[in-house]
């Protein structure tokens, strides 16, 4: 059977090449890789430290804010500075908003969506879809699964719902945030605010809306539907949580007791145990392969580093093809993303619940990661729907300095991480950035691996299956293609 | 004067062929024209009108044939967003080079409308290790340019509409 090249991919973030070999009705080879390259560890060598918080929100105008985010953390651990609890929920309603649930309304009914709808499924699906009775109509207002396929497509009511949704969610986020993308209000210890009463109006604003609960409940039924179609790729996940809690400090030497405290918690799972919950002893299992190291380092509590950690790794321009680097994590590829945080929340804090849907894992496949995201959304809007400002001052606390940083914390599409060293103190001597789609989409990792052994869809579809694996991970090629090489 | 709302301005501008390539960008500009809030914006944006765009907003099916459609197109008005590397192989669309599709592209454009800072003068890619360019720097015609990063959705579609009614020989 020939390859047949998909490339380029449509209604994902930019420039995506994926190629599979087909042999019966399976997929028995998969290689992705990213087409772009654009260099921002060049760019921010030499640069001033407090520039690059603002140079980093540049690398992706869909997830306009974690980028920006992370550096920010990364600062506030070099200059020993620290944001107040005020300043932190702030934050976290505003990353709530954008990146997480706006982005992942955009990805599941914008982007992965139509992946569902009746001109696109497969004609075997569309009539098992007619004959198939909704099992919660009540709260998506649909009959059979084919009517709600109908409207999963361009312009159609669920597209229509989900397009005006993230257009709110992104305002609200902006009211906090000032610009998005690329935030303006944010700034190592501190972030400035304009209206002290915007926590109000983002409280209000969940607890009136219903189009959230709508969306949840229609990929529920997706859920339910596609039980069991794909294949499952595993139980090997990883998140460095998401939302800070109290007690944030960014001092590294107390990262476990701080990253503990994050609202979904940080952790490393393989084959399903949780390894560790530690979001320190997670980054230092990180290596990026075949961009080799130039420096021997320890972390700034003594431990020695792998050559291959980013803290050790200079930056330069990478071979052809190879602009999504190879990640390992304590020497697996373990899935990253909304399913990921999914998982280690139920390990550590329960089952999460959220608009009356209790979720439980079942499987890591197509409609599985899909679902997942849509649910992080429904948490997030009760979250915000209690949110208070619990008032106080904005100015930062301040701290221990170090001479070498990270921050660490979940993008929507999973674990986003900057390690930053600075000889002088003023300068950034290195940057190093690894993405989750640098994670999820390094060679031989989940995607293709995902992609390895599915089913195809049908005669002639050979494409649907492939891109539906490739879309539920939700690549992000602008944040995965822009790493070292020696 | 007639003075147009961003509304109306929008649904003049998708009555034509739009080809919106993304070259080295973050898609801060595609992201900032998908919003709700225009009457039949849903529709037209996406599917129903003659509106041809490649990558992050794109049609339903991915592959070559995408291209091969866009590149057959006769009356279309080129955006480009993102900056062009000096090395060419460091961004590419399948075999393409991201630079020769656009060159192709705005052969038989009726306007090239670079948005954001990146299109325009290669925007802070100029300083990294791709040396990268703007869209003028490679073409030898006429392009209309919208700064910023990103460059504000309002002005994106008034450089859209200014570049479609001819300019102001027009």
Not at chain 1, 67 to 93: C, D, F, K
Not at chain 1, 365 to 391: H, Q
Not at chain 2, 18 to 29: D, H, T, Y
Request: glycine content about 10%.
């Amino acid at each position: 059977m020939p390859e047949i090249d998909l490339t380029p991919v449509s209604r994902v973030e930019g420039h995506l090449s994926v190629r599979v070999k087909v042999e019966g009705d399976r997929y028995v080879e998969a290689k992705v890789s990213g087409e772009m390259f654009r260099g921002f560890e060049l760019l921010l060598r030499g640069k001033k430290l407090a520039q690059a918080p603002n140079l980093v929100g540049k690398i992706c105008g869909v997830c306009g804010a974690t980028h920006t985010l992370v550096s920010t953390e990364v600062m506030e651990m070099l200059m020993g500075v620290y944001p107040s609890w005020r300043t932190v929920i702030l934050r976290n309603a505003a990353y709530s908003l954008a990146d997480i649930m706006y982005n992942n309304v955009v990805v599941t009914f914008l982007f992965q969506g139509l992946d569902f709808s009746t001109p696109l499924v497969t004609e075997k699906e569309y009539e098992k879809a007619r004959e198939t009775t909704c099992q919660f109509k009540d709260r998506h207002g649909f009959s059979k699964v084919s009517d709600l396929m109908g409207e999963l497509y361009f312009g159609r009511e669920i597209f229509r719902l989900a397009m005006k949704l993230q257009t709110e969610l992104r305002e609200l986020a902006t009211a906090i945030w000032l610009r998005y993308p690329q935030p303006l209000s944010l700034k190592p210890g501190s972030i400035t605010l304009r209206d002290p009463g915007v926590l109000e109006k983002v409280r209000k604003y969940m607890r009136e809306d219903s189009k959230v609960e709508r969306l949840l409940y229609v990929m529920a039924e997706l859920r339910e539907f596609y039980r069991g179609v794909f294949r499952d790729v595993g139980r090997d996940f990883v998140t460095y949580g998401l939302l800070e809690g109290e007690g944030y400090d960014a001092d590294y030497s107390r990262m476990r007791e701080w990253g503990d405290k994050r609202y979904f918690p940080p952790g490393l799972v393989k084959g399903g145990e949780l390894v560790t919950g530690d979001l320190r002893e997670i980054l230092l299992g990180v290596e990026v392969l075949k961009r080799g190291g130039i420096e021997e380092l320890r972390d700034p509590l003594g431990e020695k580093l792998s050559i291959n950690h980013p803290w050790c790794i200079d930056a330069t321009v990478p071979p052809k093809g190879e602009f999504i680097p190879k990640v390992l994590q304590n020497g697996i590829s373990p899935t990253t993303g909304d399913i990921a945080r999914l998982y280690v929340f139920s390990l550590r804090k329960g089952k999460p619940s959220a608009l009356e849907y209790e979720w439980e894992y079942r499987s890591n496949d197509v409609i599985e990661r899909s679902f997942a995201r849509m649910f992080t959304v429904a948490i997030l809007k009760e979250v915000l729907e209690n949110i208070e400002d619990p008032g106080g001052s904005l100015d930062p606390v301040k701290g221990v300095k170090y001479s070498m940083a990270v921050g660490a914390h979940d993008a929507p599409r999973g674990a986003n991480a900057h390690w930053v060293v600075s000889k002088d103190g003023t300068t950034v001597s290195r940057y190093g950035i690894v993405t989750p789609t640098d994670r999820n989409f390094s060679p031989g990792g989940p995607v293709e691996r995902g992609i390895v052994g599915e089913r195809v869809a049908g005669p002639g579809r050979e494409d649907l299956n492939a891109l539906r694996v490739v879309r539920s991970f939700d690549p992000c090629s602008a944040c995965a293609v822009h790493l070292f090489r020696p | 004067m007639n003075r147009l709302d961003y509304c109306q301005a929008l649904e003049e501008i998708l009555r034509h062929n739009v080809v919106w390539i993304e070259a080295q960008s973050c898609s801060g500009e595609s992201v900032m024209v998908m919003k709700s809030g225009c009457k039949g914006m849903e529709d037209l944006f996406f599917h129903s009108s003659p509106v041809k765009f490649l990558s992050l907003l794109s049609s339903e099916r991915s592959g070559y044939e995408l291209i091969r459609e866009v590149l057959s197109l006769n009356d279309y008005v080129l955006v480009v967003e993102g900056a062009l590397p000096r090395d060419q192989e460091l961004c590419k669309v399948k075999d393409m080079t991201c630079q020769d599709l656009v060159v192709r592209l705005a052969q038989r454009a009726r306007a090239v409308v670079a948005v954001g800072s990146c299109a325009v003068n290669g925007g802070i890619l100029r300083e990294s290790g791709a040396n990268s360019v703007g869209v003028k720097d490679v073409l030898g015609k006429k392009v209309y340019e919208v700064l910023g990063c990103p460059a504000s959705d309002k002005m994106i579609v008034a450089a859209l509409y200014y570049a479609l009614s001819g300019g102001p020989d027009a």
